[in-house]
């Protein structure tokens, strides 16, 4: 088996730069207490100011104040690294969190899907830097090898055995993930690499250093199998992102909006599913969250649809108060069918699909204003059909032929003689719920070339009652 590691290692700050308008203006993470508050990690334009993780806020700011700060949440970390194994997932069934800030997953066996290594590294790496995340990127046998040739590597590609003993000797000894303390005996004793701790008898190393070393080297060569523990994605998905200001303009709100059903979709993805309904969370300063729900009729998780819903469903709201944060959640997650489409589309370039015509529709008009017309079993032209509903559809009789257009009310059929091209068929129905009906429809032609459907009441005489026009 081949696997790929992931390092990430700026995860906490780019989680907080993605979310952010202007990534590029000087910010800092911040961590410690009110008393003395430190600088946990910056992004490269804060440090061209001349800050530098460590430092205190007061020296930080005696440099400049031309800098904007968050705080840093650890919990974050792994609420991301969460997030990208639900990503990576959709790349491979063997995804693991064994190590902190790093994805490990096997990839060999998504070869015949997603293409050489070479080929899938690029589509790894287009598709991280979409979401916003700096990265490095190892492939190896193993993956505690992996982990570790991503200390000191980027694009590495060791296929073989032979090869990656080579690589992992150059290393230093220590970034090769020893004990620290058993890092510290091998500097003293002169051993600066792994390819002379290699070159010791066994049996010395055994003695003089605790048997986890031993088992620390083994597994790095591929000599002692690792077990990890892989990664299964949540039937949930809760994205949240802060905001730096108060915002009073649901236009204002589209930036992050973007960010979270970007991130929904890229969730959506690595589980094979789409979503059907989901819920925005208006986070306020003071009072209770506002709700915005977007319901969809069919699942789907193409970005770009679920945001023009998702906004239109925005723009519909009157904001309360200032907005703090926005949250997305969605528990319905069912299986994705994709759409059957011809081989050669001819549909125009412009035209939308109906599926995501008919959901931008009911975003900006209502659920209620846009609804599927169903068939019923039931022999009467104005009982035959209903709007949707939860009564299960029908199909039409096979052969029977029916108007396209139905009048609301019958009319008289002001025209003497019109020419009978079909009938008569008889319609005796509705006893059971007070509303029968004994009628004789025809097929007809009026003077003007109009083909109509009528009818005359069984036993009587007088016009014929229009019920609807052929097209």
Same mark, same amino acid.
């Given at each position: 088996?081949?696997?790929?590691?992931?390092?990430?290692? =700026?995860?906490?700050?780019?989680?907080?730069?993605?979310?952010?308008?202007?990534?590029?203006?000087?910010?800092?993470? %911040?961590?410690?207490?009110?008393? *003395?508050?430190?600088?946990?990690?910056?992004?490269?334009?804060? *440090?061209?100011?001349?800050?530098?993780?460590?430092?205190?806020?007061?020296?930080?700011?005696?440099?400049?104040?031309?800098?904007? %700060?968050?705080?840093?949440?650890?919990?974050?970390?792994?609420?991301?690294?969460?997030?990208?194994?639900?990503?990576?997932?959709?790349?491979?069934?063997?995804?693991?969190?064994?190590?902190?800030?790093? /994805?490990?997953?096997?990839?060999?066996?998504?070869?015949?899907?997603?293409?050489?290594?070479?080929?899938? &590294?690029?589509?790894? *790496?287009?598709?991280?830097?979409? /979401? $916003?995340?700096?990265?490095?990127?190892?492939?190896?046998?193993?993956?505690?090898?992996?982990?570790?040739?991503?200390?000191?590597?980027? $694009?590495?590609?060791?296929?073989?055995?032979?090869?990656?003993?080579?690589?992992?000797?150059?290393?230093?000894?220590?970034?090769?993930?020893?004990?620290?303390?058993?890092?510290?005996?091998?500097?003293?004793?002169?051993?600066?690499?792994?390819?002379?701790?290699?070159?010791?008898?066994?049996?010395?190393?055994?003695?003089?250093?605790?048997?986890?070393?031993?088992?620390?080297?083994?597994?790095?060569?591929?000599?002692?199998?690792?077990?990890?523990?892989?990664?299964?994605?949540?039937?949930?998905?809760?994205?949240?992102?802060?905001?730096?200001?108060?915002?009073?303009? !649901?236009?204002?709100?589209?930036?992050?909006?973007?960010?979270?059903?970007?991130?929904?979709?890229?969730? /959506?993805?690595?589980?094979?599913?789409?979503?059907?309904?989901?819920?925005?969370?208006? &986070?306020?300063?003071? $009072?209770?969250?506002?709700?915005?729900?977007?319901?969809?009729?069919?699942?789907? *998780?193409?970005?770009?649809?679920?945001?023009?819903?998702?906004?239109?469903?925005?723009?519909?709201?009157?904001?309360?108060?200032?907005?703090?944060?926005?949250?997305?959640?969605?528990?319905?997650?069912?299986?994705?069918?994709? =759409?059957?489409?011809?081989?050669?589309?001819?549909?125009?370039?412009?035209?939308?699909?109906?599926?995501?015509?008919?959901?931008?529709?009911?975003?900006?008009?209502?659920?209620?204003?846009?609804?599927?017309?169903?068939?019923?079993?039931?022999?009467?032209?104005?009982?035959?059909?209903?709007?949707?509903?939860?009564?299960?559809?029908?199909?039409?009789?096979?052969?029977?032929?029916?108007?396209?257009?139905?009048?609301?009310?019958?009319?008289?059929?002001?025209?003497?003689?019109?020419?009978?091209?079909?009938?008569?068929?008889?319609?005796? !129905?509705?006893?059971?719920?007070?509303?029968?009906?004994?009628?004789?429809?025809?097929?007809?032609?009026?003077? !003007?070339?109009?083909?109509?459907?009528?009818?005359?009441?069984?036993?009587?005489?007088?016009?014929?009652?229009?019920?609807?026009?052929?097209?």
């Amino acid at each position: 088996m081949l696997w790929a590691c992931i390092l990430l290692p =700026q995860l906490a700050l780019d989680a907080v730069l993605r979310g952010h308008p202007d990534p590029d203006a000087p910010l800092a993470l %911040m961590s410690g207490g009110a008393q *003395r508050r430190v600088l946990q990690t910056v992004n490269p334009a804060a *440090r061209a100011l001349g800050l530098r993780p460590g430092q205190t806020l007061t020296a930080a700011q005696t440099l400049t104040r031309s800098f904007s %700060m968050v705080d840093h949440d650890p919990a974050d970390i792994q609420r991301w690294q969460n997030f990208l194994a639900a990503w990576a997932y959709r790349f491979s069934s063997q995804v693991s969190l064994h190590y902190p800030r790093v /994805l490990v997953l096997e990839v060999e066996s998504s070869f015949n899907l997603f293409g050489p290594w070479p080929v899938f &590294e690029a589509r790894l *790496r287009a598709e991280l830097k979409a /979401l $916003g995340f700096r990265h490095r990127i190892v492939l190896a046998p193993n993956p505690a090898a992996a982990r570790v040739l991503a200390n000191a590597h980027d $694009g590495l590609a060791v296929m073989d055995s032979a090869h990656l003993r080579d690589c992992l000797a150059r290393l230093p000894i220590d970034r090769v993930g020893l004990p620290r303390e058993a890092a510290i005996a091998f500097n003293r004793m002169g051993l600066r690499t792994l390819r002379q701790v290699l070159e010791l008898p066994r049996d010395t190393l055994a003695r003089r250093f605790p048997a986890d070393v031993l088992r620390h080297i083994d597994t790095l060569l591929g000599a002692r199998p690792m077990a990890l523990e892989c990664y299964q994605p949540p039937d949930h998905i809760d994205l949240r992102i802060e905001l730096n200001f108060d915002v009073e303009s !649901s236009q204002a709100l589209l930036f992050p909006l973007r960010r979270l059903v970007g991130d929904l979709a890229a969730f /959506l993805a690595g589980r094979d599913s789409g979503v059907q309904r989901f819920t925005l969370h208006l &986070e306020h300063a003071e $009072g209770a969250d506002t709700e915005v729900p977007v319901g969809l009729l069919s699942a789907e *998780r193409d970005a770009g649809m679920l945001f023009e819903l998702a906004r239109g469903r925005l723009e519909q709201v009157q904001l309360r108060a200032a907005t703090r944060a926005v949250r997305l959640w969605a528990k319905d997650l069912p299986a994705f069918v994709p =759409q059957h489409r011809e081989l050669f589309d001819e549909r125009p370039q412009q035209a939308l699909p109906w599926e995501q015509l008919r959901e931008r529709l009911r975003a900006r008009l209502g659920d209620h204003a846009v609804q599927p017309l169903l068939a019923r079993a039931d022999h009467r032209p104005e009982c035959a059909w209903q709007l949707g509903g939860d009564v299960p559809p029908t199909s039409p009789a096979a052969g029977v032929l029916r108007p396209g257009w139905l009048l609301r009310q019958p009319q008289a059929l002001h025209e003497a003689m019109p020419h009978m091209l079909a009938g008569p068929e008889r319609v005796e !129905s509705g006893w059971w719920d007070g509303a029968d009906v004994r009628r004789d429809y025809y097929l007809v032609e009026t003077r !003007s070339g109009q083909r109509a459907w009528v009818y005359r009441q069984v036993g009587e005489g007088g016009p014929l009652w229009l019920q609807g026009w052929f097209a």
